[in-house]
């Protein structure tokens, strides 16, 4: 199932409210990860409806992926 990027952003949210407690620094450091790939998309040029899965597959990472073109 691939999620957009801004369910990526309520997922990390959702984590860091409710799951650090119960999951500790895994589920920080995995909100941490979420809102990095999130930020660093919008950053590019991509919007909150973009899946962010299909990118990281095609780039590795999304440090590789490129600026959005909507040309």
Known sequence: MSVTIKE????ADYNL???TKTLGT????LAKDQLHN??????KGYRLG????????????????????DE
Do not use: I
């Open 26 to 29: 895994f589920a920080v450091d």
């Open 50 to 69: 973009e899946k962010v899965e299909p990118l990281l597959e095609q780039y590795g990472s999304v440090d590789n992926v490129p600026e959005k073109n």
């Open 17 to 19: 409210q409710n799951n």
């Open 38 to 43: 999130a930020v660093v998309l919008l950053e």
């Open 8 to 11: 990526t952003l309520q997922n």
